[in-house]
């Protein structure tokens, strides 16, 4: 099983960035997905997560409204779009694909810096 995240990058505050985890070696259309990020000197913490139909979605307090997490079974792909990022949005940012009580896989991740 492979998830590779995509998209990260710098971008100043206020923009826009959109990520993207390609997974591949699993049924992706049985797992839940969600986007976890890691700041340094933090705990990784859960930022969005979508059903594995895509018909159900949450987010975390600090980035509802902001961010949007999507999938497209077909392209065994999901996707976070971010807007109106923040400073504390900096952090490394991960793919993690849960199904029922089995082990979750995780991607490598991809740095988010957002700064001036």
């Known amino acids: 099983v492979q998830l590779v995240e995509s998209g990260g990058g710098l971008v100043q505050p206020g923009g826009s960035l959109r990520l993207s985890c390609a997974a591949s070696?699993?049924?992706?259309?049985?797992?839940?997905m969600s986007w976890y990020r890691q700041a340094p000197g933090k705990e990784r913490e859960l930022v969005a997560a979508i059903d594995s139909a895509g018909a159900s979605t949450n987010y975390a307090d600090s980035v509802n409204g902001r961010f949007t997490i999507s999938r497209d079974n077909a392209k065994n792909t999901v996707y976070l779009q971010m807007n109106s990022l923040k400073p504390e949005d900096t952090a490394v940012y991960y793919c993690?694909?849960?199904?029922?009580?089995?082990?979750?896989?995780w991607g490598k991740g991809t740095l988010v810096t957002v700064s001036s």
């Open positions: 070696g699993l049924t992706f259309s049985r797992y839940s």
């Open positions: 993690n694909a849960k199904y029922n009580w089995r082990t979750p896989y």
